[in-house]
């Protein structure tokens, strides 16, 4: 049932898409059809999945690596455990803004593009996140040892010039993300994520809200500039103190197309009262959001490390996608070199049946189902 209700509503999407879809991408604004950019197709069908009520699932750096394994072909550990591949897989772009020819945890830029297209070829959707470098400092992402955008949001600065190059490389990238027939293919970005905690240097305590919003402002305008017509935006804060704080430093209906909440489950059964607390306290910042605006919720970014929960997924999780219609949830990655920093069960760990329980449920949609 879950997959025949999707190319309808997705039918009925397309039909207003000019008004749902143009709201975040200024470039479509000015065209005669704005549902014909690549970017108003992918926020439409997100659109029918939020209001059929159901939801994508997501997992990062799925077809990468796994458990114990990396680039092995055809393989997933949600594959493995569930018998489909995840309806979104999220790549990140940190080390683009070097051009390198790697990103931060190792995955080729070349091997993302290769797989973006294998996953949009199973009926899937691909989705960016961005790690980039401190560049004050030259350290990593979370290096605060420098604030950078006091001046690299001021038109003019050396900074303003670096941040300028290093947006043209991601928004490169992502035009270069093309099927055989040299189409663009549409992805989510969610640049300068969980902004509202303090851990990396675009965080709260480095910069006011307006040099935030200029940040994106930023990034629009660089991107826009290159012509980019493939990428729906979404914002994501993670940390908040109440729920008006989640639109604190929100840019602008019109730089925006998607409403994220990012939001880990820490300390076990123990904690599950508090993550339920925060993930509400941040999903509700975004519905009251979204019913001013109209755009769609996701669940951007979550997980509990090592599912030390053998019914997370069934009990934590699943009940709390009932409560909200979330468009996408997408939890964190599996990876090889570290055996115990997994957000989804491997073959044979304990939660298996619980999660392929999940994924089986009429409200989770995976490759293929959508």
């Known amino acids: 049932m879950k997959t025949s209700m999707i190319p309808a509503m997705c039918a009925i999407a397309l039909g207003f898409a000019a008004s749902a879809c143009g709201s975040g991408n ?96 199973r009926g899937g959707i691909n989705a960016l996140s961005w790690h980039p470098r401190n560049p004050a400092s030259g350290g990593d992402s979370w290096d605060t040892s420098a604030s950078p955008l006091e001046e690299g949001v001021r038109p003019g600065t050396a900074l303003n010039d670096t941040l300028r190059a290093w947006i043209g490389r991601a928004a490169d990238f992502v035009l270069s993300l093309q099927d055989a027939d040299g189409e663009r293919l549409p992805v989510l970005f969610r640049p300068w994520h969980e902004h509202t905690g303090s851990w990396f240097w675009w965080g709260k305590d480095f910069c006011t809200p307006e040099q935030y919003k200029a940040l994106w402002k930023l990034t629009r305008e660089v991107f826009d500039a290159k012509g980019v017509d493939n990428v729906v935006w979404v914002y994501s804060p993670d940390k908040l103190t109440s729920e008006e704080e989640y639109a604190e430093r929100y840019p602008g209906d019109e730089y925006v197309d ?72 997408c939890v964190w990655r599996n990876a090889y070199q570290n055996p115990t920093h997994f957000y989804t069960p491997y073959k044979g760990h304990s939660a298996e049946a619980d999660f392929k329980a999940f994924t089986e449920d009429g409200r989770i949609l995976m490759a293929g189902e959508f």
């Open 258 to 329: 998607v409403l994220g909440a990012d939001v880990y489950h820490f300390g076990g059964a123990d904690g599950t009262a508090d993550y339920l607390t925060r993930a509400r306290r941040q999903l509700n910042g975004a519905m009251a959001l979204a019913r001013q605006n109209g755009k769609p919720v996701a669940l951007s970014e979550t997980g509990m490390e090592s599912l030390p929960m053998d019914d997370w997924y069934t009990t934590v999780l699943l009940p709390l996608l009932r409560e909200y219609p979330v468009a996408y949830v």
């Open 26 to 121: 200024k470039a479509s604004e000015t065209d005669a059809d704005s549902t014909a950019t690549p970017a108003a197709a992918l926020l439409a069908r997100l659109t029918a999945v939020a209001d059929s009520g159901l939801v994508v699932f997501g997992h990062h750096d799925d077809t990468a690596y796994g458990h114990e394994w990396e680039y092995e072909e055809g393989r997933s550990d949600v594959l493995e455990t569930s018998g489909k591949y995840p309806g979104l897989i999220n790549w990140d772009l940190g080390l683009i803004e070097y051009g390198d020819s790697v990103q931060l945890d190792g995955v080729p830029f070349d091997f993302m593009r290769e797989q973006a297209l294998a996953q949009a070829e």
